[in-house]
């Protein structure tokens, strides 16, 4: 029997006695749906996908986005990305390494972003390698009502790279010109409303965000500014260890988060490596 239980956290849920290789049915789907969207952070423990269990569970949720930077696709899967330290495919390059260690949520830079993001656990160091979460519904309710009425109307600008290595963040990899114009600036709301809940939440006031629609490029950035700090207040922070077989997931129109920094693999226990899965849309199960 599926069993649906509280983090011992802020926030957050985890999952024991689901299958997913085996599949996973309307009415169970639909069970982690509403956690998810409830406790914004979902952790599926115990799980033994392959790439195909794995992505079609995926599908579940939305359409899977190709990730803008096509070389860090998985080979044969390019619905899904390798995230981690690991060498085995080449990638091993501080910026690639770390080109989630900053305050984000995914696909922000596009018109159409993501929704939810799922991560596999196949390999995970003894030390370091967690993700830190922001629940951006508990932060809009504890902004004052003076600010809520202020941005309630405000549309950010975003663009990839925008804020590279800002604010006391690591960078991200540039992209290629080909690659840029794929992800024009776009705005999305400071105060977006959940496509499935309608709850209302602050939206992507990190990461790519690089100011306001219609003001002063200061005095947006300040604003945003002010907002993030608000927002990485450790009371609305939940921080994950991963453990090998759990697919951990938040809702991305509902959270930020960042991964800690990591190192380059050097021996046994040290060396990390998930698979990536952001989708966008409604997910069927709500159509
Ligand atoms: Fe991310």
Known sequence: MMEIKPLDAPFGCAVYGLDVAAGVDAATCKAL?????????MVIKDQTCDEAAYLTFGRQWGAPIPHVIDSSRMAGFPDMMEVGNTTLRGKDDDLKRNSAAFWHTDQAYDADPATATMLFARIIPDVGGETRVIDMKA??????EV???RIDTLNAMHLYGATSGKDGEAPTAALTDAQAKEVPPTLHPLVRTHTVTGERALYGVAGTAFGIEGWDAAEGEALIAELKAHCVQDKYIYEHKYKVGEIAMWDTQMTLHSAKHIGAPNGPGTERLLWRISVRGKPAVFQ
């Open 147 to 149: 600010m809520k009425q």
């Open 139 to 144: 932060a809009y309710d504890g902004l004052d």
């Open 33 to 41: 749906h509403e956690a998810l969207y409830q406790h914004r952070v």
